[in-house]
Nanobody, 124 residues
Framework: QVQLVESGGGLVQPGGSLRLSCAASGNIFRLNDMHWYRQAPGKDRDLVAT???????KYADSVMGRFTISRDDTKRAVYLQMNNLKPEDTAVYYC??????????????????WGQGTQVTVSS
């Protein structure tokens, strides 16, 4: 079993910054691609950013140049630095990870996990 726990959300004024963190724990053989999603009220959950195990990065057009995703595999963590925040960035932000776990019979199993979400509110 794998757990993801996000932190770092909060209330910030337009133009401000926040840094989200997501820590993974449990039966983890390897963390593969890691992602940040967000979901605004009444809207679908959208992919914001992805970082691969080789540290290639992809971003949604709406956050390009303002958000930066990074990872620290020694801490089993992924981060999202959010700068120049706008009211339309207001949402619950979720961490998602593609994970390789190891079974009791030493088989490698691909799975994934979601965090519980952290609220980001951008308002004056």
């Amino acid at each position: 079993q794998v757990q993801l726990v996000e932190s770092g959300g909060g209330l910030v004024q337009p133009g401000g910054s926040l840094r989200l963190s997501c820590a993974a724990s449990g039966n983890i053989f390897r963390l593969n691609d890691m992602h940040w999603y967000r979901q605004a009220p009444g809207k679908d959950r959208d992919l914001v950013a992805t970082i691969t195990s080789g540290e290639s990065r992809k971003y949604a057009d709406s956050v390009m140049g303002r958000f930066t995703i990074s990872r620290d595999d020694t801490k089993r963590a992924v981060y999202l630095q959010m700068n120049n925040l706008k009211p339309e960035d207001t949402a619950v932000y979720y961490c998602h990870a593609d994970i390789t776990t190891i079974s009791g019979t030493r088989d490698l199993i691909m799975t994934d996990a979601w965090g519980q979400g952290t609220q980001v509110t951008v308002s004056s």
